[in-house]
């Protein structure tokens, strides 16, 4: 009866937040991911069917653990009571700024977890939860938009914003992996300067933007 008691408060305390933070503090202790999921939870001191009321695999976790990213990303900038009555170019550049605060956090986890895999598309895998979050995120901001535009041809493609947003992200990510400024400044550079071209681009007068976007590329990446 002890034992069945144990297991059963073991269980109530358990979650997918402590279950992500045990993998990602084994994988930056080992330096390597958990062979597998019986080792997994003998190491840390929990049953393997507990790990499977959460998730189903390791690479469940993994894309999990990106969802908890974002998930964190929209709670914080939900909390600011300044967020509602941002322009979207503003709420976009919330949402990049936050999500990239949340990343450097967790920079360790994020580098290896990304370099881990030989191949792009491996690595890309785990990132499918936080496409479908970020295109949604995006989608919802131009809905807001084209609400208020009478006239349809004013109106925004909500598909091709929202995939622009989840390319910028991906170029951004990897800004932000190679970026070796103090505090990160150039990748804060970075997502102003593509959020103000990608807005830009869809209120058909990009061309400055674009070029000043141009320039900085350049200067950071084909002078180094």
Partial sequence: MATTKKATTAKKKLDSHKLISMYMDYVLENEHAPKTVYKFCKENGIAEEEFYNFYGS????EKGIWEAFYLNTINVIEKSPEYPGFSNREKMLTFYYTFF??????????LF??????????NLEQLKGLR??????????????????????L????????EAAWIQLLFLLKFWMDDNSA????????IEKSVNTVFDVFDNSPLERVVDFGKFLYKERMVK
Wanted: glycine share 4%; proline share 2%; aromatic share 10%.
């Fill in 155 to 162: 109106q925004q493609p909500e598909e091709v914003f929202s």
């Fill in 101 to 110: 605060e949340v990343l450097t956090a967790n920079r360790s986890y994020v």
């Fill in 183 to 190: 505090q990160f400044e150039s990748t804060d550079v970075a």
């Fill in 132 to 153: 479908k979050n970020v295109k949604s995120f995006a989608k919802g901001l131009i809905q807001d938009d084209n609400k208020e535009k009478s006239l349809k041809f």
């Fill in 113 to 122: 977890t990304l370099k881990k895999e030989t191949t792009r598309m491996k």
């Fill in 58 to 61: 390791f690479e469940g976790l």
